[in-house]
């Protein structure tokens, strides 16, 4: 061998046998062509992988019963007999009774599932025809009417219904039913042009022309097509 080539394969057997030590060093060891771990230190990695997951499962655990507890907490306070909710005096249904025999609980109740049922209805509908407008508007112009359709959902609800209010008193609406409805609408709306729009956007527009050229109505075809 020519001296050049005889310290070049020397020099890459002192890097080759330096990186052998090293690697004895960290825990692993060559096996044939591959890079194989010590035994001891392939259990202690598996034995931290369980140990994290164990973690894991221990953290989502006391996330919920943080979440739920004082749920749980209240349905059981809820047949304590005392009207102190700090001492536990004895089951009764007592409150459940009067519960059932408050015509104000009743009618807030009734208020409740018809304005959430209504303002459900409302927003579906108008989200719908929103998204239909947005899907025939360019990238730009459909980007900014998204953006400010997104606004309530980036407010916080306090600041949201304060401006409500504040709205419907320089408009001289009475405060009320109707106010409280057309309040939930809009707090509704955003939720269900985000869920909407993205069908929109995936829909094919040459589905739509097919349908009205082989003589479906306008409604037919929205409604088969879209």
């Known amino acids: 061998f020519m001296p050049e080539t005889t310290e070049r394969i020397l020099s890459q057997l002192n890097a080759e ?18 890079v194989v771990e010590k035994p001891e230190i392939l259990f202690a990695r598996l ?10 499962k221990l953290y989502v655990a006391l996330v919920v019963l943080f979440l739920y507890a004082p ?4 349905v059981a ?10 001492h536990w005096t004895g089951f009764t249904l007592q409150w459940y009774g009067e519960l059932f025999q408050n015509e104000g609980i009743f009618d807030a109740l009734q208020n409740t599932i018809t304005i959430g049922l209504s303002s459900a209805a409302i927003a579906t509908v108008l ?3 929103t998204c239909m407008a947005l899907r025939g508007m360019g990238r730009k112009q459909r980007s900014v009417y998204l953006g400010v359709a997104s606004m309530p959902l980036l407010n916080a609800d ?5 401006s409500l209010m504040l709205l419907f008193l320089g408009m001289g609406l009475r405060l009320g039913y109707g106010s409280i409805l057309m309040a ?3 707090f509704n709306l955003p939720y269900v042009i985000l869920c909407i729009m993205p069908q929109f956007l995936s829909l094919d527009r040459s589905c ?19």
Request: hydrophobic share 40%; net charge positive.
């Open 127 to 129: 989200g719908l025809l």
């Open 158 to 162: 306090i600041v949201t219904g304060i």
């Open 208 to 226: 739509y022309d097919a349908a009205r050229d082989l003589g479906a109505t306008p409604f037919v075809a929205f409604r088969r097509v879209v």
């Open 17 to 34: 046998k330096r990186s052998l030590e090293s690697m004895k060093e960290f825990g692993v060891y060559p096996s044939g062509n591959k």
């Open 77 to 86: 306070q809820s047949f304590n007999a005392s009207r102190y909710r700090g």
């Open 47 to 56: 034995d931290l992988k369980e140990v994290m997951e164990k973690v894991k």
């Open 184 to 186: 939930h609408v809009v």
């Open 71 to 74: 749920i749980g907490v209240l």
